[in-house]
Protein backbone atom coordinates (compact mmCIF):
# COMPACT_ATOMS: atom_id res chain seq x y z
CA UNK A 1 0.00 0.00 0.00
CA UNK A 2 1.20 3.69 -0.88
CA UNK A 3 1.59 5.88 2.07
CA UNK A 4 3.00 9.56 2.54
CA UNK A 5 4.66 11.41 5.27
CA UNK A 6 4.51 14.75 6.26
CA UNK A 7 6.79 14.89 9.58
CA UNK A 8 6.56 18.24 10.08
CA UNK A 9 2.85 19.22 11.35
CA UNK A 10 3.71 22.87 11.98
CA UNK A 11 6.22 25.80 11.05
CA UNK A 12 6.37 29.06 11.98
CA UNK A 13 8.73 31.55 10.22
CA UNK A 14 9.12 35.17 9.86
CA UNK A 15 8.95 36.91 6.20
CA UNK A 16 12.18 36.30 4.37
CA UNK A 17 13.03 33.36 5.48
CA UNK A 18 13.68 30.30 3.73
CA UNK A 19 11.74 26.93 4.57
CA UNK A 20 11.56 23.33 3.52
CA UNK A 21 8.96 21.30 3.89
CA UNK A 22 9.78 17.64 3.81
CA UNK A 23 8.00 14.84 2.24
CA UNK A 24 8.69 11.06 2.44
CA UNK A 25 6.54 8.59 0.11
CA UNK A 26 5.96 4.83 -0.12
CA UNK A 27 5.60 2.66 -2.85
CA UNK A 28 5.51 -0.59 -4.56
CA UNK A 29 5.21 0.69 -7.95
CA UNK A 30 8.08 1.67 -9.99
CA UNK A 31 6.02 4.21 -12.06
CA UNK A 32 4.33 6.76 -9.93
CA UNK A 33 3.44 11.15 -9.83
CA UNK A 34 4.00 13.21 -6.87
CA UNK A 35 2.27 16.15 -6.56
CA UNK A 36 1.85 19.48 -3.83
CA UNK A 37 -1.23 21.20 -3.01
CA UNK A 38 -1.42 24.73 -1.47
CA UNK A 39 -4.67 25.14 1.07
CA UNK A 40 -4.56 28.54 1.72
CA UNK A 41 -7.11 29.59 4.64
CA UNK A 42 -10.78 29.90 2.21
CA UNK A 43 -10.02 26.28 2.19
CA UNK A 44 -9.69 25.53 -1.82
CA UNK A 45 -7.09 23.15 -2.62
CA UNK A 46 -4.41 24.42 -5.61
CA UNK A 47 -1.91 22.47 -7.48
CA UNK A 48 1.57 23.30 -7.52
CA UNK A 49 3.27 21.20 -8.93
CA UNK A 50 3.39 17.43 -10.71
CA UNK A 51 6.58 14.74 -10.55
CA UNK A 52 6.76 11.48 -12.47
CA UNK A 53 9.08 9.26 -11.07
CA UNK A 54 11.23 9.21 -13.90
CA UNK A 55 12.03 12.75 -13.65
CA UNK A 56 14.52 13.65 -11.26
CA UNK A 57 15.45 16.77 -11.99
CA UNK A 58 14.41 20.00 -9.51
CA UNK A 59 12.21 22.53 -10.15
CA UNK A 60 12.27 25.69 -9.49
CA UNK A 61 9.29 28.35 -10.14
CA UNK A 62 9.99 31.78 -8.47
CA UNK A 63 10.07 31.19 -4.95
CA UNK A 64 9.47 27.92 -4.98
CA UNK A 65 11.57 24.90 -5.74
CA UNK A 66 11.18 21.44 -5.06
CA UNK A 67 13.91 18.73 -4.41
CA UNK A 68 13.09 15.09 -5.49
CA UNK A 69 15.74 12.38 -4.70
CA UNK A 70 14.44 8.67 -5.49
CA UNK A 71 16.81 6.92 -3.05
CA UNK A 72 15.28 8.80 -0.08
CA UNK A 73 11.79 8.37 -1.32
CA UNK A 74 12.15 11.95 -0.84
CA UNK A 75 10.03 15.09 -2.14
CA UNK A 76 10.88 18.07 -0.65
CA UNK A 77 9.22 21.61 -1.09
CA UNK A 78 11.19 24.70 -0.78
CA UNK A 79 10.10 28.50 -0.27
CA UNK A 80 12.82 31.07 -0.51
CA UNK A 81 12.31 34.14 0.64
CA UNK A 82 8.91 33.82 2.58
CA UNK A 83 6.02 35.84 2.37
CA UNK A 84 2.70 36.14 4.59
CA UNK A 85 0.89 34.92 1.40
CA UNK A 86 2.67 31.63 1.37
CA UNK A 87 0.79 30.59 5.15
CA UNK A 88 -1.26 28.09 4.44
CA UNK A 89 -1.58 24.51 4.63
CA UNK A 90 0.76 22.20 2.28
CA UNK A 91 0.24 18.50 0.99
CA UNK A 92 2.09 16.15 -0.98
CA UNK A 93 0.43 13.49 -2.30
CA UNK A 94 1.06 10.33 -4.42
CA UNK A 95 -0.37 8.63 -7.63
CA UNK A 96 0.75 5.49 -8.56
CA UNK A 97 0.51 4.42 -12.37
CA UNK A 98 -0.59 1.05 -12.38
CA UNK A 99 -3.39 0.07 -14.14
CA UNK A 100 -6.06 0.03 -11.79
CA UNK A 101 -4.75 3.55 -9.75
CA UNK A 102 -7.02 5.69 -12.09
CA UNK A 103 -5.41 8.77 -10.61
CA UNK A 104 -6.51 8.25 -7.15
CA UNK A 105 -4.06 10.34 -4.71
CA UNK A 106 -2.97 9.43 -1.24
CA UNK A 107 -2.53 12.66 1.23
CA UNK A 108 0.10 13.57 3.45
CA UNK A 109 -0.97 15.19 6.34
CA UNK A 110 -0.42 18.23 5.96
CA UNK A 111 1.95 20.65 7.19
CA UNK A 112 1.01 23.98 8.38
CA UNK A 113 3.08 27.32 7.44
CA UNK A 114 2.82 30.26 9.36
CA UNK A 115 4.79 33.33 8.22
CA UNK A 116 4.88 36.13 10.57
CA UNK A 117 5.25 40.00 9.12
CA UNK B 1 -15.28 27.73 -17.23
CA UNK B 2 -16.74 26.99 -13.83
CA UNK B 3 -14.47 24.13 -13.28
CA UNK B 4 -15.63 21.36 -10.94
CA UNK B 5 -18.97 22.95 -8.62
CA UNK B 6 -20.23 21.52 -4.99
CA UNK B 7 -23.17 22.62 -3.30
CA UNK B 8 -23.96 23.36 -0.80
CA UNK B 9 -21.25 25.00 0.88
CA UNK B 10 -22.11 24.60 4.29
CA UNK B 11 -24.86 21.83 5.60
CA UNK B 12 -25.59 21.22 9.37
CA UNK B 13 -27.82 17.65 9.25
CA UNK B 14 -29.14 15.61 12.80
CA UNK B 15 -27.88 12.27 13.40
CA UNK B 16 -29.69 9.90 11.01
CA UNK B 17 -30.69 12.71 8.53
CA UNK B 18 -29.83 12.07 4.98
CA UNK B 19 -28.32 14.23 2.24
CA UNK B 20 -26.53 14.28 -0.97
CA UNK B 21 -23.50 16.70 -2.01
CA UNK B 22 -23.86 17.83 -5.46
CA UNK B 23 -20.55 17.86 -7.39
CA UNK B 24 -20.02 18.72 -11.07
CA UNK B 25 -17.78 19.86 -14.00
CA UNK B 26 -17.55 21.32 -16.80
CA UNK B 27 -13.84 20.12 -18.52
CA UNK B 28 -15.18 16.71 -19.76
CA UNK B 29 -13.34 14.86 -17.37
CA UNK B 30 -13.41 11.41 -17.20
CA UNK B 31 -12.13 10.49 -13.62
CA UNK B 32 -14.35 11.91 -10.69
CA UNK B 33 -13.41 11.58 -6.87
CA UNK B 34 -14.72 12.13 -3.56
CA UNK B 35 -12.44 12.88 -0.65
CA UNK B 36 -12.99 13.81 3.22
CA UNK B 37 -10.61 15.91 4.92
CA UNK B 38 -10.97 15.60 8.53
CA UNK B 39 -9.51 18.50 11.31
CA UNK B 40 -5.97 18.42 11.16
CA UNK B 41 -5.54 15.82 8.59
CA UNK B 42 -5.32 15.09 4.82
CA UNK B 43 -7.77 14.22 2.44
CA UNK B 44 -8.88 10.47 1.85
CA UNK B 45 -10.61 8.93 -0.74
CA UNK B 46 -14.45 7.66 -0.46
CA UNK B 47 -15.44 6.90 -3.66
CA UNK B 48 -14.18 7.36 -7.15
CA UNK B 49 -15.70 7.10 -10.91
CA UNK B 50 -13.98 6.29 -14.04
CA UNK B 51 -16.85 7.16 -16.39
CA UNK B 52 -20.54 7.54 -16.52
CA UNK B 53 -21.84 4.29 -14.92
CA UNK B 54 -18.90 3.07 -13.61
CA UNK B 55 -17.86 3.86 -9.87
CA UNK B 56 -15.84 2.02 -7.15
CA UNK B 57 -14.97 2.73 -3.76
CA UNK B 58 -11.86 4.17 -1.91
CA UNK B 59 -10.28 3.73 1.31
CA UNK B 60 -13.16 5.00 3.37
CA UNK B 61 -16.25 4.60 1.58
CA UNK B 62 -18.83 3.27 4.49
CA UNK B 63 -21.76 5.51 5.23
CA UNK B 64 -21.45 6.77 1.81
CA UNK B 65 -23.14 5.88 -2.15
CA UNK B 66 -22.37 7.75 -5.09
CA UNK B 67 -23.62 7.42 -8.52
CA UNK B 68 -22.50 8.68 -12.20
CA UNK B 69 -25.17 8.96 -14.30
CA UNK B 70 -23.24 11.41 -16.93
CA UNK B 71 -20.12 12.41 -17.37
CA UNK B 72 -20.56 15.68 -15.63
CA UNK B 73 -22.19 14.80 -12.32
CA UNK B 74 -20.96 13.05 -9.45
CA UNK B 75 -23.58 13.19 -6.65
CA UNK B 76 -22.39 11.79 -3.24
CA UNK B 77 -25.29 10.50 -0.79
CA UNK B 78 -24.64 10.00 2.96
CA UNK B 79 -27.84 7.67 4.44
CA UNK B 80 -28.59 7.53 8.11
CA UNK B 81 -25.68 10.68 9.30
CA UNK B 82 -23.26 10.14 12.07
CA UNK B 83 -21.32 12.92 14.05
CA UNK B 84 -17.99 10.48 12.30
CA UNK B 85 -19.49 12.01 9.25
CA UNK B 86 -18.36 15.96 10.32
CA UNK B 87 -15.75 16.68 7.67
CA UNK B 88 -15.05 18.74 4.91
CA UNK B 89 -15.71 16.95 1.37
CA UNK B 90 -13.98 17.61 -1.56
CA UNK B 91 -15.26 16.80 -4.75
CA UNK B 92 -12.42 16.38 -7.52
CA UNK B 93 -12.24 15.72 -11.23
CA UNK B 94 -8.89 14.60 -13.83
CA UNK B 95 -8.63 13.26 -17.54
CA UNK B 96 -7.78 9.74 -17.83
CA UNK B 97 -4.46 8.86 -16.89
CA UNK B 98 -2.38 8.37 -19.95
CA UNK B 99 1.11 6.63 -19.54
CA UNK B 100 3.69 7.97 -18.37
CA UNK B 101 1.54 11.43 -17.40
CA UNK B 102 -0.09 11.58 -14.20
CA UNK B 103 -2.53 14.23 -14.49
CA UNK B 104 -3.30 16.83 -11.52
CA UNK B 105 -6.47 16.60 -10.09
CA UNK B 106 -8.82 19.65 -9.89
CA UNK B 107 -10.85 20.01 -6.77
CA UNK B 108 -13.99 21.77 -6.30
CA UNK B 109 -14.23 24.68 -2.95
CA UNK B 110 -16.20 21.53 -0.92
CA UNK B 111 -18.60 20.92 1.02
CA UNK B 112 -18.21 21.79 5.12
CA UNK B 113 -20.65 19.35 6.70
CA UNK B 114 -21.69 18.94 10.23
CA UNK B 115 -23.50 16.28 11.90
CA UNK B 116 -25.29 16.77 15.24
Known amino acids: AQKVTQAQTEISVVEKEDVTLDCVYE???????LFWYKQPPSGELVFLIR??????QNEISGRYSWNFQKSTSSFNFTITASQVVDSAVYFC??????????????FGQGTILTVHP | NAGVTQTPKFRILKIGQSMTLQCAQD?????MYWYRQDPGMGLKLIYY???????DKGEVPNGYNVSRSTTEDFPLRLELAAPSQTSVYFC???????????????FGPGTRLTVL
Open chain 2, 92 to 106: ASSYSISAPLGNEQF
Open chain 1, 27 to 33: TRDTTYY
Open chain 1, 51 to 56: RNSFDE
Open chain 1, 93 to 106: ALSEAGGTSYGKLT
Open chain 2, 27 to 31: MNHNY
Open chain 2, 49 to 55: SVGAGIT
